[in-house]
């Protein structure tokens, strides 16, 4: 099989919103973390999203806690490790300490402000509606740390202004090459879950990016999870699925673990005649040895 076949999985395994009322298997304490991300690797993930939480499941920036969670997910598994920094407030100082103390490989990067809802058609009202506040300031802070810290961006883009937003960074000498688009659709406020969506957003970052020095995956939230990996496989995109994204299995069953899906989500791949690519894989793929970092230690 050839090297472009293969595929970066990536499982995101908690997210920061559902809670175990809504699914018994979304883990919170480090422990937990770490089982689901050996769970995650064993079924033919490379990487793991991360979004740390307190043991009562609310969430939480405190860089011990990243660093526990670090610490028990190396313990078991040498999966890449992508820290989430995403946050409402603008102060992003413990953010910036964990990146610079723990020193992921990866870490993402919300790439605008958006309205980030949940809308109920049954109930006729919005289960939440707020504002996700990313101005350039608090991205420029964030992207600093990264660069300090050797830590590759994950471009995080709801919609085509994201994507098409990230130009002035590598015009500033913020953003270099390589760096990683992810596709975000179905959240309200963002993109819309279609192909086109898909193929529009692949466009404008082929017109932003250098050539040559990036890739992009899909995040598909909710009910259209599995239809839009599918279309990503098919367009040649990398992959994440997870408790983050979806609670539910192919079959229409609520997943026991992060395992389930990755599973799953490894099967399709296969059917699509690509093939998961190996922790080493991954770290080719996503060029993770052009980003001076000392995470993998």
């Given at each position: ?52 939480r307190?043991d ?13 969670i ?29 990146l610079?103390?723990c ?27 707020m ?61 819309p ?44 995109g ?8 979806h ?51």
């Amino acid at each position: 099989m050839a090297f472009d076949d293969k595929v970066v999985l990536t499982c995101a395994l908690s997210g920061v919103l559902a809670n175990r009322k809504q699914c018994p298997g979304i883990p919170y304490t480090p422990e937990e973390m770490g089982d689901e991300a050996k769970r995650a690797f064993d079924g033919g993930a490379s990487v793991v999203h991360i979004h740390a939480r307190n043991d009562d499941g609310s969430p939480t920036f405190e860089p011990k806690v990243f660093a526990r969670i670090k610490e028990e997910i190396r313990a078991r598994c040498p999966i890449i490790l992508n820290f989430s920094t995403g946050t409402i407030t603008d102060d992003v100082s413990q953010v910036v300490q964990y990146l610079e103390e723990c020193r992921p490989e990866i870490a993402a990067l919300n790439m605008g402000t958006m309205n980030y809802s949940k809308y109920s058609r049954s109930k006729k009202k919005f289960i939440f509606d707020m504002i996700f506040p990313n101005p350039y300031s608090k991205i420029t802070e964030l992207l600093e740390a990264m660069n300090r810290a050797g830590v590759k961006p994950e471009l995080e883009c709801f919609d085509t202004g994201h994507t098409q937003g990230s130009w002035p960074l590598f015009d500033m000498g913020l953003l270099k090459a390589p760096v990683q688009y992810s596709f975000i659709v179905n959240v309200l406020g963002g993109i819309p879950a279609e192909v086109e969506s898909l193929q529009l957003q692949k466009q404008i970052a082929g017109q932003v990016a250098p050539a040559g020095g990036w890739d992009w995956e899909v995040i598909g939230i909710s009910h259209c999870h599995w239809r839009m990996l599918a279309s990503a496989l098919v367009l040649g995109g990398n992959i994440r699925t997870g408790l983050e994204d979806h609670l539910y299995l192919p079959s229409g069953e609520m997943a026991k673990n992060n395992g389930e899906l990755v599973d799953a989500a490894a099967t399709l791949i296969r059917h699509t005649g690509r093939e998961p690519a190996t922790v080493e894989e991954a770290r080719e793929l996503l060029q993770l040895d052009k980003v001076t970092a000392g995470a993998a230690s």
